[in-house]
């Protein structure tokens, strides 16, 4: 993922552990169900 957003692995583990503690979770999967609850149930590609 990194490669393709032209950012260092370390930036971009920096802004996931960011986006995990707005949702105030450290999982993955709980993460994911936040934002399909947010998107309406639509999939994430």
């Not at 692995?9 to 947010?38: F, H, P």
């Amino acid at each position: 993922m990194a490669e393709l957003l032209f950012m260092s692995e370390g930036t971009v583990k920096n802004y996931v552990s960011a986006i995990y503690a707005k949702i105030g979770t450290n999982d993955r999967n709980i993460a994911v169900m936040t934002l399909q609850g947010l998107l309406g149930g639509k999939s994430i590609p």
